[in-house]
């Protein structure tokens, strides 16, 4: 199992610019999770998906941000346009089911800085 | 204002003493978990808790779960270099939402 897989694994981009990070899931997890992590605010939730659908973007924090789950085996968030204060380490999870008993599986996280 | 405080924010102990790590919350959670995390990898879940006042133990970690489900503990005994890391616990919100602490940098010196 390769675990979650996100890409780039650095993303330094220019104000203005627009961003694209991207997700694959572990096969067969059907709940993707989208977060982002600051020294200052810890890791928030951006927004989830259950079956490709999204459920809850109440952390989304500004119409700048955007995701996508156009199938079972892929993700995007996008930021567009991009700003200093956009800079963190944004991680995708994924879980297999609702259960309480379920973990969640996190990839390696894209660290982002907008200069 | 965060919906799990976690207590300290910071330790440094050395080797072989041993640790406790609180996580406090106002709200109910239907089950809380433990993840660590180190530089530039994602969080990695430890153990999930379900039941008021149950305790799980993964080799020297002890988890704790409040009997109210609001709160939980993570004692470490015997601590090792090994155990040096980011630990975040997280309260599930209805059926999917996972919420985190802002996490304790725990460091054990040689």
């Known amino acids: 199992d390769a675990g979650v897989i996100q890409s780039p694994r650095h993303e330094v981009t220019e104000m203005g610019q627009e961003v694209t990070l991207r997700c694959k899931p572990i096969?067969?997890?059907?709940?993707l999770f989208w977060y982002r992590q600051t020294m200052m605010r810890g890791l928030e939730l951006l927004i989830y998906f259950n079956n490709n659908v999204p459920i809850d973007d109440s952390g989304m924090p500004e119409d700048r941000f955007s995701a996508k789950m156009p199938n079972a085996s892929f993700s995007t968030l996008k930021i567009q346009p991009s700003e200093p204060r956009d800079s963190a380490v944004y991680f995708c999870a994924s879980r297999r089911g609702t259960g309480t008993n379920y973990g969640y599986t996190f990839g390696s996280g894209t660290r982002l800085t907008v200069v | 204002t965060q919906l799990l405080e976690q207590s300290p924010q910071f330790l440094s102990i050395q080797e072989g003493e041993n640790l406790t790590v609180y996580c406090n919350s106002s709200s109910v959670f239907s089950s809380l978990q433990w993840y660590r995390q180190e530089p530039g990898e994602g969080p990695v879940l430890l153990v999930t808790v379900v039941t008021g006042g149950e305790v799980k133990k993964l080799k020297r970690l002890t988890f704790q779960f409040g009997d109210a489900r609001k709160d939980s503990s993570l004692h470490i005994t015997a601590a090792q270099p090994g155990d040096t890391g980011l630990y975040l616990c997280?309260?599930?919100?209805?059926?999917?939402?996972?919420?985190f602490g802002q996490g304790t940098r725990l460091t054990i010196n040689p």
């Open positions: 997280a309260g599930i919100q209805g059926a999917q939402k996972l919420v």
């Open positions: 096969s067969g997890h059907n709940s």
